[in-house]
């Protein structure tokens, strides 16, 4: 009769002789810093920028914030930048898969993988002034690497129409924190290829090439496609490196953002405001097609 009366109680019954309930008041205390940590510092400056992208500087509404938004230099700006994070991230998706297909299915001795993990995650956090002086120490005209090469291979690196300040240096600059960024996002990925796959496309007369197209690709596009989305906007919101290292020779939005913000001659708070919604809608988007391809891949992958 017990047993029985067991059987028929109510679900809500067992809430007190087990785990706490869902949204309990400690439940929302732990997760209340995080709460406002993204308010104070991502929901109110988005909403402060949206706000004032729509005002001139008497605070009265307007839409010249956004239409100069369409002058040549400031689309010139928006294109450079879209283009160098174009490349960083093809380019780094490209190099950190890879990487990560040669340290975990290379057969390359154990130590390699969290090697390659530990540098990966430190790598993908240095950027800014730090980074930038590494390149310029490296890579710049006077630079070891710039010296190395003119004096045992007499090369002139610069003499070759390469420049750290350009275009392609700020693409290589990079790519230091872009592909150590790709390998921890897609080793998960490739760890969840079976090897069962390849041994069944084998036994059916499939090539390595056959694998590729057939199977690993079709499950890792997801995967690959947000990753490059990831980069992309990754690249397009960094600053700090960028104007470390280039100061105002290239004309990237950041660079222009931060010169409208904090400038003494091209000063208009209002329009670094239209400039800057203009990359959280870029940056945004390419968020948001991350998210959707990770989801998908995760339920593919179920």
């Known amino acids: 009769m017990s047993a029985s009366s067991d059987t028929m109680s109510p679900p809500g019954s067992r809430l007190s002789s087990g785990k706490p309930q869902r949204g309990s008041i400690l439940s929302w205390l732990g ?31 307007t839409l010249g914030n956004i239409i100069r938004l369409f002058e040549p230099n400031i689309l010139s700006a ?26 975990i299915r290379g057969g390359l001795p154990a130590w390699i993988r969290p090697t390659l993990t530990t540098f990966s995650g430190v790598a993908s956090n240095f950027a800014g002034i730090p980074l930038a002086f590494a390149f310029l120490s ?31 240096g700020l693409t290589l600059t990079y790519l230091y924190f872009q592909v150590p960024l790709m390998v921890l996002i897609i080793a998960p990925a490739v760890e969840g290829l079976k090897d069962e796959w390849r041994e069944a496309c084998e036994s059916l007369g499939g090539s390595g ?25 990754n690249a397009f919101g960094a600053v700090a490196t960028a104007y470390a290292l280039t100061g105002s020779s290239l004309n990237i939005v950041t660079i222009l953002l931060y010169a409208q913000i904090h400038g003494d001659v091209l000063h208009d708070q209002n329009l670094g405001y239209a400039l800057a919604l203009g990359m959280v809608l870029i940056t945004g988007s390419a968020n948001a097609g991350y998210i959707w391809l990770r989801k998908r891949s995760h339920r593919e992958a179920a």
């Open 31 to 61: 997760v209340a810093p995080f709460l406002l940590f993204a308010l104070l510092f991502l929901i109110l400056p988005t909403a402060l920028l949206m706000v004032g992208a729509f005002q001139d500087a008497q605070g009265d509404f």
């Open 78 to 103: 928006y294109q450079i930048s879209l283009e160098i994070s174009a490349a960083s991230a093809i380019l780094g998706t490209l190099l950190g898969l890879a990487l990560a297909l040669a340290a």
């Open 138 to 168: 490296t890579l710049g005209r006077m630079g070891l690497m710039t010296m190395l090469l003119r004096k045992y291979l007499d090369f002139d690196l610069y003499g070759s129409g390469f420049s750290i300040l350009s275009f392609a």
């Open 209 to 233: 090439f056959a694998y590729w197209r057939h199977i690993a690709l079709p499950v890792l596009w997801p995967s690959l496609a947000g990753a490059a989305l990831l980069l992309f906007a």
